[in-house]
């Protein structure tokens, strides 16, 4: 089972960059936990916090991919040497304005800003797979489950990181956590210039449309889009309950628990050599993620107090989730040129963080006005959407389906 982990971290340089993207990468899960439970502790508005999530994803999904496309052209360490900096320095006059009684907009601006200066290292880490490993593609297919499992045990353990440092010291320093992460791991990612995939400058003939253009692309981010509303306002409606039932402090480890069940899946998944396309795979894991979204939402409403059994629940719902987002990775960066790899890949991530806006608005007002049970019915019609909107591109589907892995 371990074999293909082995051969795969005997590519030149690949667990040093990894480790790297790793560190750069874990406050994507503190982030939204901490400053959920920062504006909270600010404002008292599970409402307001929905409000700034909304708006900083919708600036996230649409800076990344022109920063991604940016790394194409120009090369990752010099986007990055533009774009960690002023994350970091923009996320600290966040923390500073909230704290000191700052006017709505200018803390929401700050938020704003730190978020356009986000450059994502999920995308970039798998691009240096793809370089580094080349043409093998059993190999970068267990790259993609492996840098699942990380995602995974970065959204196990920030959350935890996350709501440790918000409950024994304020909510602010996990926000320094993260800006200490980005400032580590930025510099040891950049400063690996051998693994660094070669920049692809603009020809004057090619087509420089962006991406999102492409019918499958489209395809393809829609239901991503719909998976990330069900993300996000899943991990509202989470800590929404642990509040609820007095246990405010265990709302990490309920996400941590979610994300395990789909570091599991991402582990055994690594070891398979695929016989069935990345379209049927992705296929599957989204059905089988809305049909394990149902027990969520019954728990919720008929055993709330259950805190064992919701445990149960949202693992076994984690673990259709790294399938998922693998198999769509996977279809979406064959779908492309080598010179737009990372930005298909950053559309694929952004339309996860588009899909995280509106939800948690939604959510909190219904957790502050009706309470957080009927709250839990949110994350369930995400998924119940999402499995819907394949079907406008059924017959675009039908066509990828039928690609056989080499």
């Given amino acids: 089972m371990l074999a293909p982990y082995k051969k795969l971290f005997q590519v030149p340089g690949g667990w040093r960059f ?142 935890v990181i996350a709501t440790l440092l918000a409950v024994s010291f304020a909510p602010e320093y996990a926000i320094f956590a993260a800006m200490l992460f980005v400032a580590s791991g930025g510099i040891l990612f950049a400063s690996q210039k ?56 265990w709302s990490g480890f309920f996400i941590a628990i979610w994300s395990l069940g789909s570091g599991i899946s991402a582990l055994i998944i690594g070891t398979i050599k695929w016989k069935r396309s990345e379209a049927t795979r992705f296929l599957e894991s989204l059905f089988l993620l809305f049909v394990l979204t149902i027990p969520i939402y019954l728990v919720a409403i008929l055993r709330p107090e259950n805190l064992i059994l919701m445990g149960v629940v949202l693992l076994f719902n984690g673990l259709a989730i790294a399938p998922l987002l693998t198999a769509g990775f996977a279809a979406a960066e064959r779908s492309v040129a080598e010179n737009r790899k990372t930005e298909v890949l950053a559309w694929a991530i952004s339309a996860l963080n588009l899909g995280g806006a509106l939800p948690p608005a939604i959510t909190g007002y219904i957790i502050d006005n009706q309470g957080v049970s009927v709250a839990f019915i949110i994350p369930l019609l995400c998924m119940a959407c999402s499995a819907l909107s394949v079907l406008p591109y059924w017959k675009l589907w039908r066509l990828k389906v039928r690609e056989i892995p080499l």
Avoid at 134 to 158: C, K, M, P, Q, W
Wanted: glycine share 6%.
């Fill in 18 to 159: 990894s480790l790297s993207a790793f560190i750069l990468r874990l406050p994507i899960s503190m982030l939204y936990l901490a400053i959920v439970l920062f504006v909270v502790a600010e404002t008292d508005s599970y409402s307001m916090a929905g409000a700034l999530s909304m708006a900083a994803s919708v600036v996230l999904s649409i800076a990344s991919p022109l920063w991604s496309r940016a790394a194409d052209q120009f090369g990752q360490s010099r986007i990055l040497s533009i774009t960690a900096p002023l994350h970091i320095f923009f996320m600290g006059a966040f923390v500073f304005l909230l704290k000191n009684g700052a006017s709505t907009i200018l803390w929401f601006t700050s938020a704003l800003l730190f978020e356009a200066f986000v450059i994502g290292s999920g995308q970039m880490v798998r691009r240096r797979w793809i370089h580094a490993i080349g043409h093998n593609r059993a190999l970068t297919d267990t790259a993609y489950s492996f840098e699942a499992f990380v995602d995974e045990v970065i959204f196990t353990s920030g959350p």
């Fill in 194 to 249: 051998s693994t660094e995939p070669p920049p692809h400058p603009k020809e004057p003939s090619a087509d420089h449309s962006l991406l999102i253009r492409l019918p499958f692309i489209r395809a393809l981010f829609i239901p991503l889009m719909l998976c990330g509303s069900f993300f996000s306002s899943a991990g509202l409606v989470i800590v929404g309950y642990s509040e609820e039932y007095g246990i405010r402090e």
